[in-house]
């Protein structure tokens, strides 16, 4: 079955770095994201990884896939109060639905 | 200034209506999506559409319906039928065929139940 779970919540300090952990069952899956929500807005895209490369970094960010252990995680190098929001990850399934399983997110709270 | 845009950004509607939810987008996509957002959850998909003039139910599609008679606009309508409305709802697009199916989002429609 299509499953992806996350922890609830993550807390830091401001400056330090957030590592973000998201696990999968699907071994199907293509592409693997991160979105962004800030209170009551949409999803903002991160970035995203194909299944079959290991690691991607974007600026601050750095995703890292272990497609062993189905095994996903974002970190955010020094990071700021501005990036407190809600992190869901999501698999997309290869079948001709392009749909996306989510996970049910991660609180960030970044402390001053 | 392309974009997904979603209106109203709140909505309130007495039990037993029903209420239509728009979408449009301007980006030229080929699919649209809708999803319902629970606090403390993450999306759950309703229907989506890859095609004008076709679309397929998700995962929780009872209770709501769609028409996609454009390409740029695929309202969502939330019937009286629907047991338990309140919640906030996302719609999203995406270009077929371009390899990553990447999904963007719009800025949600907040749905209430007087």
């Known amino acids: 079955g299509e499953d992806v779970e996350q922890s609830l919540f993550l807390s830091v300090r401001e400056g330090d770095s957030s590592v973000i952990n998201c696990t999968y069952t699907?071994?199907?899956?293509?592409?693997l994201y991160w979105y962004k929500q800030e209170p009551g807005a949409g999803l903002q895209l991160l970035t995203y990884?194909?299944?079959?490369?290991d690691m991607k970094q974007d600026q601050r960010l750095t995703v890292l896939l272990n497609k062993k252990d189905k095994h996903l995680s974002l970190r955010i190098a020094d990071t700021q109060t501005g990036d407190s929001a809600i992190y869901f990850c999501?698999?997309?399934?290869?079948?001709?639905?392009?749909?996306?399983?989510f996970g049910s997110g991660t609180r960030l709270l970044v402390r001053p | 200034d392309g974009g997904i845009t979603q209106s109203p950004k709140y909505l309130f509607r007495k039990e037993g209506q029903n209420v239509t939810l728009s979408c449009e987008q301007n980006?030229?996509?080929?699919?649209m999506y809708w999803y319902r957002q629970d606090p403390g959850q993450g999306l759950r998909l309703i229907y989506y559409?890859?095609?004008?003039?076709?679309?397929q139910k998700g995962d929780i599609a009872e209770g709501y319906s769609v028409s996609r008679e454009k390409k740029e606009s695929f309202p969502l309508t939330v019937t009286s039928a629907q047991k338990n409305p309140t919640a906030f709802y996302l719609c999203?697009?995406?270009?077929?065929?371009?390899?990553?199916?990447?999904?963007?989002f719009g800025p949600g429609t907040r749905l209430t139940v007087l």
């Open positions: 559409s890859q095609i004008v003039n076709d679309f």
């Open positions: 980006l030229n996509h080929d699919a």
């Open positions: 999203a697009s995406s270009m077929v065929g371009s390899g990553t199916d990447t999904q963007y």
């Open positions: 999501a698999e997309s399934i290869m079948d001709s639905s392009y749909k996306l399983i």
């Open positions: 699907d071994s199907s899956s293509t592409y």
């Open positions: 990884i194909f299944s079959n490369m």
